[in-house]
């Protein structure tokens, strides 16, 4: 089965601004000269991959694997029966997760995962049925930052 990652439009936005909202003063003051237009190019290719890694970031669960893909980078695979728990998650630590609404999976000894699959609760019930030992926390009110 394979999970896309919710996207956070708000996200996308912040780094729009951080990215381009620098150049407006220079464009003001400086005009549109060749190195502005190398620069505000360079900048664009940038965020275009960005935003190739929101819309393409998959977790893909494969008999007793988690597998992470988050653009054109692939994260080392996890053991499903290694997973200990499921949990919401209000880290901002970077992750492969394009939105805030997160959730984190115990693993292994002390390792940990954030990620933010659209369908929470139906990706966590999955786990379950592979591994039934792993603790689901997540609840229905808990996952959304707004009811739809």
Same mark, same amino acid.
């Given at each position: 089965?394979?999970?896309?990652?919710?996207?956070?439009?708000?996200?996308?936005?912040?780094?729009?601004?951080?990215? &381009?909202?620098?150049?407006?003063?220079?464009? /003001?003051?400086?005009?549109?000269?060749?190195?502005?237009?190398?620069?505000?190019?360079?900048?664009?290719?940038?965020?275009?991959l960005i935003i190739?890694? &929101?819309?393409?970031?998959?977790?893909?669960?494969?008999?007793?694997?988690?597998? /992470?893909?988050?653009?054109?980078?692939?994260?080392?695979?996890?053991? *499903?029966?290694?997973?200990? @728990?499921?949990?919401?998650?209000?880290?901002?630590?970077?992750?492969?997760?394009?939105?805030?609404?997160? *959730?984190?999976?115990?693993?292994?000894? &002390?390792?940990?995962? *954030?990620?933010?699959? @659209?369908?929470?609760?139906?990706?966590?019930?999955?786990?379950?049925?592979?591994?039934?030992?792993?603790?689901?926390?997540? @609840?229905?009110?808990?996952?959304?930052?707004?009811?739809?």
């Amino acid at each position: 089965m394979i999970y896309y990652s919710k996207v956070s439009y708000t996200l996308l936005i912040v780094v729009f601004v951080v990215f &381009f909202g620098s150049l407006i003063p220079n464009f /003001i003051h400086d005009g549109f000269s060749n190195a502005m237009f190398v620069t505000t190019a360079g900048l664009i290719a940038i965020y275009g991959l960005i935003i190739h890694m &929101f819309f393409n970031t998959t977790y893909t669960i494969d008999q007793q694997m988690l597998h /992470i893909k988050c653009g054109l980078f692939r994260f080392n695979s996890i053991n *499903i029966m290694d997973m200990k @728990k499921i949990s919401k998650s209000s880290s901002i630590i970077s992750s492969p997760a394009a939105s805030f609404d997160r *959730i984190e999976i115990t693993y292994g000894k &002390f390792d940990e995962l *954030i990620i933010s699959p @659209k369908h929470k609760l139906k990706f966590a019930a999955d786990l379950q049925k592979i591994n039934p030992n792993l603790i689901n926390t997540l @609840k229905a009110k808990d996952l959304s930052f707004k009811k739809k």
